[in-house]
Every structure is written in structure tokens, then in C-alpha cells.
């Protein structure tokens, strides 16, 4: 079975700031893919990034980019430039890959406020 | 644009009564998942199915808990007789066959049983 876990509750940052929220996994697959989910207040879930295990190359969308170490078993997100649109709950989430999609499972989820 | 929908959006409801949620999966996508995010478990699977068939219900209490697809377009969680310990926001998802095997969310339900 996989877990996910988020090991920061709450966190928050300054505006126009750098941050860093924190995800580990554990899993025996070699293949799979990892995502990062935003919600905001509407409750909303929005993908915000996807990494395939498979490949090296971290992915970044925008100001949101991601460390990915796989012999750790880490996913970590960076939010850079903070924006008070980024207030959310942000769900680290894991995925086997099957032909087709499978189940998410998702971390407890950290709280990100973004202070003016 | 796209989008999952489901409705209600908001439901509350008497211990004891049934309740009914539906989701609309974005047409041409081939499976559909039914989460429940509360505040102690988080967001967890209660069941989904590819093609219509349901192809995992394991997250789901079976003696009040049912989940359908009559149709393509069509999913349905039902919940008989329903409990305080049901409240909760539902969350239906779909996704296409074929890469990236994205999950698209809808808004989701949330339900409060008293």
C-alpha cells in the first residue's frame, strides 16, 4: 500500500516570498506519478503540478516547481513570487501507474497563507 | 470548458434519511472515482469504477453505502440510512484513458446529517 505524507500542517509566507512545502511517500512501485493539488476556500480541488517518476527532469509550471528525489521518496513543491491567490490547503498526491487511471492517495495536506 | 458536475452542492439532512449524490463525468472520460474528505481522515477513496463497471468499493461502508453507474453520464452515491458521522464533502472525479491520466475534480457535495 502507498502512503503519502505532509509533515507541515500550517505554513505561511510573505508575499512576493519564496516557499516550500514538504511531501514523502513511501511505495514499492517504480513507475507512478506524483501531483500537487491546490484548494482554496470554494473547496475546489486544482491541479497544480504533475511529475511522472520515470523522469529525471523536474517539473515547473509558472511560479510552481517541484524537487523530486526519488531514492528519497520526495516530492517537495516550491511556490516562488507568493501570491495572496496562493492561500490554500495544497494536497501532495500519489498515483500508480496502471493503463488507465487509478485511485489517489493523498497526503493530510498543509494550510498556506500568504500574508500581505 | 470541460467540467465535472455534480449536485447538490449542499445537502443537509436528518439522521436516518437517504441521501443521494450525482456526478457528471466529463463525456469521453472512462472512469469515475467517488472521494470523502473530512477533517480527521482527509481525502480518501470510497469507490471507482472504469467503463461503468465498478472496479474498487472497498473504501465504502457496504451496509448503508451504494454506488452506481446507470449510464455514461451518470454516477451516483447513495447513502441509506445516513449517519452524523456521514457529514462530510464528496468529491466526484473522472478521468480519460490515455496520458496524462489526469483526474478532472467537480466541485463537490457537502453533506451534514443532524
Known amino acids: 500500500a502507498q502512503t503519502v505524507t505532509q509533515s507541515q500542517p500550517e505554513m505561511s509566507v510573505q508575499e512576493a516570498e519564496t516557499v516550500t512545502l514538504s511531501c514523502t511517500y513511501d511505495t514499492s512501485e517504480n513507475n507512478y506519478y506524483l501531483f500537487w493539488y491546490k484548494q482554496p476556500p470554494s473547496r475546489q480541488m486544482i491541479l497544480v503540478i504533475r511529475q511522472e517518476a520515470y523522469k529525471q527532469q523536474n517539473a515547473t509550471e509558472n511560479r510552481f516547481s517541484v524537487n523530486f528525489q526519488k531514492a528519497a521518496k520526495s516530492f517537495s513543491l516550491k511556490i516562488s513570487d507568493s501570491q495572496l491567490g496562493d492561500t490554500a490547503m495544497y494536497f501532495c498526491?500519489?498515483?500508480?501507474?496502471?493503463?488507465?487511471?487509478?485511485?489517489?492517495?493523498f497526503g493530510k495536506g498543509t494550510r498556506l497563507s500568504v500574508i500581505a | 470548458d470541460a467540467r465535472v458536475t455534480q449536485t447538490p452542492r449542499h445537502k443537509v439532512t436528518e439522521m436516518g434519511q437517504e441521501v443521494t449524490m450525482r456526478c457528471q463525468p466529463i463525456?469521453?472520460?472512462?472512469?469515475v472515482f467517488w472521494y470523502r474528505q473530512t477533517m480527521m481522515q482527509g481525502l480518501e477513496l470510497l469507490a471507482y469504477f472504469r467503463n461503468r463497471a465498478p472496479l474498487d468499493d472497498s473504501g465504502m461502508p457496504k451496509d448503508r453505502f451504494s454506488a452506481e453507474m446507470p449510464d455514461a453520464t451518470l454516477a451516483t452515491l447513495k447513502i441509506q440510512p445516513s449517519e452524523p458521522r456521514d457529514s462530510a464533502v464528496y468529491f466526484c472525479?473522472?478521468?480519460?484513458?490515455?496520458?496524462?491520466?489526469?483526474?478532472?475534480f467537480g466541485p463537490g457535495t457537502r453533506l451534514t446529517v443532524t
Open positions: 463525456l469521453g472520460h472512462n472512469t
Open positions: 498526491a500519489f498515483e500508480r501507474i496502471r493503463t488507465g487511471n487509478t485511485p489517489l492517495v
Open positions: 472525479a473522472s478521468g480519460y484513458r490515455g496520458y496524462p491520466y489526469e483526474q478532472y
